[in-house]
C-alpha cells in the first residue's frame, strides 16, 4: 500500500506535501499547460501588489554554477488587474492555487490579501521577504514590521495566511514566533537569499540590479537551518519549507526537520515535470522507511 501523502499545514489539507513556489510558476495556469500537476498539493502564483510594478530593467535572472540568481523585481499587473484575468480561470487549474501578496505598507498587504481571497485562491502568502526591491527593505528583519503586516492581512481575509521569510532574516525564530502570534497560520521558510554575480566578459554584475536572490541547492542548508531552528523553538509552528529542493530525498529531509510541506522553485524552472519524479522518489523513500503517512516523519530530527 503506498505511503499516504496528505499533510495539513495551519489548517490547509493538502493532498501532497509538494508545493510550487511563487516566481516560478507564473500565474500557475501557464504551468498548468504544460506540466503534469497532479503531484502538488498546492502552487503558489507570482506575487501581486497594489499597483501595477514594472520592475527591473534587463538583465534580470542569470545561472550560477549551482541555481541561479534573480533580481526581476516583482513584476506584476496590480490586484485589480490580476483579479480580472485569474478569477475566472482558478476554479478551472487542476490544482489548489495560492496567492502571494506584496505591498510597501501594511495597508497595501491588506487591500491585494483581500482581491485574492476575493478572486478565490485557497491561501495566501504574505511576502515579507522579497530581496530585491529597490530600497533593499524587508518586512521579514523586524518582528514590529511583520507584526503590523500579518494583522493588516488577517483581519482583512477568512482563509488561511503564510509568512514568507528570509534566510538574510537575523532573528529567524523571533519574526515566526511574532508572525504566527499576529495571525499567521503558517510560516514559509524560506525565500531566496541575498547573492551577487559578475559577468567575466564585461566585468558587470550578472544582474542589473547588482545583488538579487539567489535560489538553487546552495539554499537548502541554509533554509533547512530555519526550519530546524523555528521547529526546535516552537514545534506548534506549523512549517512550509522551501529552498534547494531536486528530489524526493530533499523533500523528506526538510519534514524530518520540522515542516509538514515543501515548495519547489528553481527546479521547476529546468525541469517544469519535476513533481512527477520527485512524487516517485518521495513514495519510494517513505516506502522504504516503512512509513504509512507524513506524521510518522514530520519533525522526528533526533539530536546527538
Known amino acids: 500500500m503506498a505511503p499516504d501523502l496528505t499533510t495539513n499545514v495551519g489548517g490547509v489539507v493538502l493532498r501532497s506535501p509538494l508545493v510550487a513556489a511563487s516566481g516560478t510558476v507564473g500565474s500557475v495556469w501557464e504551468w498548468a499547460e504544460v506540466a ?15 499597483e501595477e510594478w514594472t520592475g527591473r530593467r534587463p538583465p534580470r535572472v542569470a545561472p550560477t554554477s549551482a541555481g541561479m540568481l534573480n533580481g526581476v523585481g516583482i513584476q506584476n499587473p496590480g490586484i485589480e488587474k490580476w483579479v480580472s484575468t485569474m ?5 478551472k487549474i487542476r490544482v489548489p492555487v495560492w496567492g502571494s501578496a506584496v505591498a510597501s505598507d501594511p ?3 491588506a487591500l491585494v490579501a483581500k482581491g485574492l481571497a476575493g478572486a478565490g485562491v485557497g491561501a495566501i502568502e504574505i ?34 495566511i503564510g509568512a514568507k ?5 537575523p532573528e529567524i525564530v523571533e519574526v515566526a514566533t511574532a508572525c504566527v502570534s499576529a495571525g499567521a497560520d503558517f510560516v514559509v521558510l524560506t525565500n531566496t537569499a541575498y547573492g551577487f554575480g559578475i559577468n567575466l566578459e564585461n566585468r558587470k554584475p550578472l544582474l542589473s540590479g547588482g545583488v538579487g536572490g539567489y535560489s538553487g541547492p546552495g539554499l537548502k542548508p541554509i533554509s533547512m537551518r530555519c526550519v530546524y531552528e523555528v521547529a526546535r523553538s516552537n514545534p506548534d509552528i506549523p512549517i512550509v519549507g522551501s529552498g ?24 521547476l524552472m529546468a525541469e517544469p515535470n519535476a513533481g512527477v519524479r520527485i512524487e516517485q522518489e518521495l513514495t519510494s523513500i517513505l516506502d522504504r522507511l516503512g512509513v504509512t503517512s507524513l506524521n510518522e516523519v514530520v519533525g522526528t530530527v533526533t539530536e546527538w
Open 165 to 169: 521569510l528570509s534566510p538574510n532574516t
Open 244 to 267: 534547494g529542493v531536486l528530489s524526493g530525498a530533499d523533500v523528506i529531509e526538510y519534514l524530518i526537520a520540522g515542516a509538514s510541506a515543501v515548495e519547489m522553485g528553481t527546479v
Open 127 to 160: 511576502n515579507l521577504s522579497c530581496p530585491n526591491l529597490e530600497d533593499g527593505h524587508m518586512f521579514s528583519f523586524s518582528a514590529e514590521a511583520s507584526t503590523a503586516v500579518i494583522e493588516a492581512a488577517s483581519s482583512t481575509v477568512d482563509i488561511p
Open 107 to 109: 495597508d497595501g498587504f
Open 36 to 50: 503534469d500537476v497532479r503531484p502538488f498539493g498546492a502552487a503558489v502564483a507570482k506575487s501581486v501588489a497594489p
Open 87 to 91: 478569477e475566472p480561470m482558478i476554479p
